[in-house]
């Protein structure tokens, strides 16, 4: 089992892939999932699926706004007093921002915002967790990035923009906490069948007056697997990056898109 009695924080969890990663993580032999969001329902709900799946893993919910440091020591703080150690952080919180937009015409204190979430605040939970991971010796840590910034696509600027930031500093952190036998990496998204896309879906398809198979066809032509992956396909990718399996990864960039984007 991909994360056998390990104790795995999870921040961002929402309805799409940040509930999945939980979910996942506790199917796959955690011990405790540590569960972070701004939103308590959004943990209360998490923690119902999981206690669900009548597994031993344990559940911790920590309502965090990532962009408050404070917030973030203390998720930190009562996960090493509830369990001792923290073995795994999947960094999924993220604010999109405006959609669409252009670069040119862009409000920059929308990305101000954006920067604050995604880089800042997963900067702000990373440097919390990171010096419990070096008192173990050991701990690994995922950032969810987005194909967006390999592969341009319309409207998203400011949110790829935010995450090409967090892709560099990911390199940054591997090569510093290498010596502390902390991995660290990056995957990166594409289009990823779950609630974000199903109601951009179908909110095209009411737009445009036509079935959502007519939305989702062109979509799927363009991906060598002939279909979009769902956030389940991309959460489990995701926590194979912080399993033991990954032992040897890190600094790395994984692409999650089911063959949409090959560098």
Not at 93 to 100: E, M, S, Y
Not at 170 to 199: D, F, H, T
Not at 232 to 261: E, Q, R
Request: charged share 20%; aromatic share 6%; with cysteine.
């Amino acid at each position: 089992m991909l994360m056998r009695n390990k104790v795995v924080v999870v921040s961002g969890v929402g309805p799409g892939l940040g509930v999945k990663l939980a979910i996942h993580a506790a199917r796959e032999g955690a011990h405790a999932v540590v569960l972070a969001t701004r939103t308590a329902s959004k943990l209360d709900e998490a923690e119902r699926r999981i206690l669900d799946l009548a597994t031993d893993c344990q559940v911790l919910k920590v309502v965090t706004d990532i962009t408050d440091k404070a917030q973030c020591k203390y998720l930190a703080d009562q996960t090493i007093e509830r369990f001792g150690r923290i073995d795994a952080l999947v960094n999924s919180a993220f604010v999109h921002g405006n959609f669409p937009e252009q670069v040119e015409g862009a409000d920059l204190d929308i990305w101000r915002e954006v920067f604050n979430t995604n880089v800042l605040g997963t900067m702000n939970l990373t440097q919390e967790v990171v010096p419990h991971m070096k008192k173990q010796g050991n701990g690994a840590i995922v950032m969810i990035n987005t194909q967006a910034t390999r592969k341009p696509f319309p409207g998203e600027s400011g949110y790829a923009a935010s995450k090409g930031a967090l892709a560099v500093a990911v390199k940054y952190l591997a090569k510093e906490l290498g010596q502390y036998g902390i991995r660290a990496n990056s995957i990166y998204m594409g289009w990823m069948w779950g609630a974000p896309v199903q109601g951009y879906v179908q909110h095209a398809a009411a737009e445009l007056n036509v079935p959502q198979v007519q939305i989702i066809e062109p979509i799927a032509a363009n991906i060598a697997l002939g279909r979009m992956p769902t956030d389940d396909d991309c959460a489990k990718a995701a926590l194979f990056l912080v399993s033991d399996y990954a032992n040897a990864i890190t600094g790395a960039a994984l692409d999650a898109n089911g063959g949409d984007f090959m560098p």
